[in-house]
């Protein structure tokens, strides 16, 4: 016999002592730490990776356990092998998420805090620290079961193995162990052996740990109920008992020999020695019975070809023999009947008798006719909460009622025929949420949580307050890990198209996401409805679809569940309420909507967020009905993109409205330094800020708080992992260098953004922010494709607009293109004429620009002597001259025709 501790297989030759359990569960206390920090993505993955290790008929260790576990615990092979898929199946990412999310509420819970919107505050769960086991010797599945509730809780465990299965436990533990890299969660394991009721051994572990999970029968659990420390708990498991009940009438629909199939199903999985395994079967009506009887013996011998019975004892063949010579006499008497299948395989005696009883186990069934099921409640009612499993073959009405009577008197779980052996994940186990009986439940209020919060309940979806915006580096790149591992791993296995693209790809850590291949627009276009699939885990059946402005390009649609959506919007509105926008501004909202467009949406729900009033206008209207309303509602403050309020900037002036306005938060195009004196002078705007880094593919990147200027933005941490890389190694860049942005949001798992280029430049900020956030600041630097390369030199159109707003008549409005003169690269600025400006002037205006260029740009002075491109081509347009995109209203800054 082997135990197993903190990593190591110990051949246990002297018993355990309690000196020896002292200095175990010293070493187990000092991990908690360790543990607790570990990633939930990485013990997710972890457990995962087990499980398809175990799937492989031919694994080493699942061919150990058919090897050495028939003799030892009386399952047929066959049934070690079902027994080997249940446990594959609890180990599985998507079933243990499920656990968690139906047992903690939220399985963020376990990382950091999450808003509760009753509570109006705080709550996280925190692991118990070390948890005894204390396994059962019936379904050897069992124990690993309680095993990976405590790993999944991040819990340190040490198991007491059952006399009957020592062997099992240490193989799964072995097999965890191969697959920890870390190493961490298989040296936080203890697998012992001891004697039952040793009081050496069990003082010490009831002193000690800070929790005991005890399954087993009555003295068991008064047993460790006894001398119990003061601030250990104890969650019991004690003894149960199952039965079914067949209406007559659902069992004519459902067909008789279907229905006697999944009952004996039931009756054959661990030969009737779990709690969930029916002993009595309650039938409708003798004649019923007599025929449900008949089939049931028939899907008995059929099970018994596919899951034969595995050894049984003397003792047990004697209870079997008893079983059947009463019902020979019952039968005799005329109250019973009898059916087996020879030998010791299977046994079904029928009864008239209605009170319940327990049968002597391997598929062994005792059926009951009954005149109606509604009687059978008081029969069962003096086993109370002795009841664990009932499963019910009638109507939905029906089942409603008796579901209600059977769970007053004390049953935990009402299921289907077919279904009382394996339980489904998220099911309450023996009237508890399993997994949170394995936490503790702290929680933090806080005065600013709960202003408001009738007016912002509807999005605190996703919120964990800004905590998480001020803690250390370490702590939150941690957290980060967590949520990135665990997101790529749910989209793996969800969209066939990652998980084709991400085979054999192992994340341990943040380095290590840059395994992943870069994510494109091309993705998006190619592999989501309309035009193709593969890349949504799952059907868009509700939720929001968006369309990209398609600026450049066919537009690209964006799926997004609700709670997506609104995530989403509460990172836009904690930006502008940083910014610019609070209690008291008017803000009109003038991005363009309709056309499936997602700003005018998300940032009216973001403005909730500000506390201010909202006028909702939109930007694509006839300026005289923008304008009119502007002035007819009292708007302080615009939220638009630069060409819009441009635009606005040029009518007031032309038409000479009184029109002030303070405030304004721009996104989605360039606002140069000459465009913003510009809307100064002419509406008065002294407070300039950004919408936020966003865009419609991967949403809310970065925000600005007070302190932030021009194109610098935090990084929204709690939703987007960012990486800024070199262009053409992709490594990495350093603070102050300039990188491409790629981006990860640690929410979105309908349409999976990961790595996705969003085809910008930034570079790092170095020093602290004086708001006091810790989130990591970039500088944003335009679209990686608004640099045109001309003659081998870098155009930046920073340079161009500072000209432009140096030359009187011109209006900020321009565009960018790069032609062929011959052989020769020529640059071609198109400019509108600002507002009162007369056509005829426009030749001269193109001159003055054209020198201001050559003075202020050394690249195009130095190109154009040496003669390298052609002279710089100046073209000065009317008002709207230069096309506008007819959905978003933006001016593509730069065309190169030479493509």
Not at 599 to 610: G, I, K, M, R
Not at 703 to 732: I, K, M, R, S
Not at 869 to 875: G, W
């Amino acid at each position: 016999m082997h135990h197993y501790i903190h990593g190591e297989t110990d051949h246990a030759e002297a018993p355990l002592t309690g000196a020896r359990l002292e200095t175990i569960l010293s070493r187990a206390h000092a991990m908690k730490a360790q543990v607790v920090a570990t990633p939930q993505g990485y013990l997710l993955d972890l457990l995962d990776r087990v499980a398809r290790a175990w799937s492989a008929p031919d694994y080493p260790y699942r061919v150990e356990a058919l090897r050495r576990l028939p003799d030892r615990i009386g399952f047929s092979p066959e049934m070690i092998e079902a027994g080997i898929e249940v446990m594959v199946d609890l180990l599985r990412r998507e079933n243990l998420l499920t656990r968690l999310g139906c047992d903690l509420g939220d399985a963020r819970m376990l990382d950091d805090w999450v808003f509760d919107a009753r509570f109006q505050g705080l709550v996280k769960a925190q692991p118990l620290g070390v948890l005894a086991h204390v396994s059962a010797g019936n379904v050897f599945v069992g124990g690993v079961d309680s095993l990976i509730q405590g790993i999944v809780t991040r819990n340190v465990n040490l198991m007491k193995m059952s006399s009957v299965d020592p062997i099992f436990p240490v193989l799964f533990a072995t097999s965890l162990r191969d697959h920890d890299q870390r190493g961490d969660i298989a040296r936080s394991l203890a697998l012992l052996t001891w004697k039952g009721g040793d009081q050496g051994v069990e003082r010490v572990l009831k002193r000690d740990c800070n929790a005991i999970v005890v399954y087993g029968g009555a003295d068991t659990i008064r047993s460790y109920r006894r001398d119990l420390g003061l601030h250990t708990r104890l969650i019991e498991y004690g003894p149960k008992y199952s039965f079914v009940m067949v209406a007559a009438d659902a069992l004519e629909r459902r067909g008789l020999s279907a229905c006697a199939r999944l009952i004996a199903r039931d009756a054959v999985m661990w030969e009737q020695s779990a709690c969930s395994s029916p002993h009595v079967v309650y039938v409708e009506g003798r004649e019923s019975a007599e025929r449900l009887m008949a089939a049931l013996g028939a899907a008995l011998t059929c099970w018994a070809e596919e899951i034969p019975p595995g050894a049984i004892g003397d003792d047990a063949a004697v209870e079997i023999d008893k079983v059947r010579e009463l019902a020979k006499v019952e039968r005799a008497m005329g109250v019973g009947d009898l059916l087996h299948g020879g030998g010791t395989g299977w046994t079904l005696a029928l009864r008239d008798d209605p009170e319940f009883e327990t049968s002597c186990q391997h598929r062994t069934l005792i059926i009951k006719p009954v005149d109606r099921l509604e009687s059978v409640i008081e029969r069962v009612a003096p086993m109370g909460e002795y009841i664990q499993t009932v499963a019910l073959l009638t109507d939905e009405p029906r089942a409603r009622r008796l579901g209600r009577a059977l769970s007053a008197l004390g049953a935990d779980r009402m299921v289907e025929i077919g279904r009382m052996a394996v339980r489904k994940h998220g099911t309450p186990h023996d009237g508890t949420r399993g997994l949170a009986t394995l936490v503790r439940w702290t929680s933090l209020a806080r005065d600013r949580l709960e202003q408001g919060s009738e007016r912002m309940s509807w999005h605190r979806l996703d919120d964990s307050g800004d905590s998480f915006d001020f803690l250390p580096d370490a702590e939150r790149d941690a957290q980060t890990c967590s949520r990135l591992l665990q997101v790529i791993e749910d989209c793996r296995q969800g969209s066939p198209l990652l998980r084709a693209r991400y085979a054999g790809i192992v994340l341990i850590g943040l380095d290590d996401v840059r395994r992943l291949p870069l994510m494109s627009g091309e993705d998006y276009k190619q592999h989501l409805p309309p035009r193709g699939d593969g890349l949504l885990t799952a059907g868009a059946s509700d939720g929001y679809v968006f369309s990209s402005g398609g600026t450049t390009g066919a537009p690209k649609l964006v799926y997004r569940t609700v709670a997506e959506q609104h995530a989403n919007a509460l990172r836009l509105g904690k930006g502008l309420a940083l910014s610019v926008f609070g209690p008291g501004d008017v803000v009109a909202n003038l991005l363009f909507a309709g056309s499936m467009w997602a700003s005018f949406v998300s940032y009216n729900q973001a403005l909730e967020v500000t506390g201010c009033r909202i006028l909702p206008i939109s930007g694509n209207l006839p300026m005289e009905q923008i304008v009119e309303q502007l002035t007819g509602y009292g708007a302080t403050a615009i939220i638009t993109i630069p060409s819009v309020l441009l635009s606005l900037a040029e009518y007031v002036e032309a038409h000479g409205v009184a029109l002030r306005i303070d405030k304004v938060a721009t996104g989605g195009e360039h606002l140069f330094a000459g465009s913003r004196a510009y809307l100064s002078r002419v509406l008065g705007i002294t407070r300039f800020a950004s919408t936020g880094y966003t865009t419609n593919d991967t949403g809310a990147i970065g925000y600005q708080c007070a302190h932030c200027e021009g194109g610098v933005h935090h990084v929204h941490e709690d939703l987007h992992h960012v990486e800024l890389l070199h262009p053409e190694t992709l490594a990495p860049v350093g603070p102050g260098e300039i990188g491409k942005v790629v981006v990860t949001n640690l929410q979105r798992r309908l349409m999976p953004t990961i790595r996705y280029d969003v085809g910008d430049l930034g570079r790092w900020v170095e020093g602290e922010c004086p708001c006091g956030r810790r989130t990591r600041r970039m500088e944003l630097l335009g679209r990686a494709d608004d640099v045109l390369i001309i003659g081998g030199g870098n155009i930046q159109p920073e340079v161009v607009a500072t000209a432009i707003a140096a030359v009187p008549g011109l209006g900020a409005h321009f565009q960018l293109r790069a032609r062929l003169d011959g052989h020769r690269d020529q640059l071609v600025v198109r400019v509108e004429r600002a507002a009162g400006t007369a056509p005829e002037d426009a030749t001269g205006l193109a001159g003055m620009l054209s020198q201001r260029l050559l003075h202020d740009s050394k690249e195009i002075r130095a190109m154009t002597e040496a003669g390298l491109v052609a002279p710089t081509h100046i073209e000065v347009l009317a008002l709207e001259g230069i096309e506008r995109n007819p959905k978003t209203g933006k001016v593509r800054l730069t065309v190169d025709e030479r493509r």
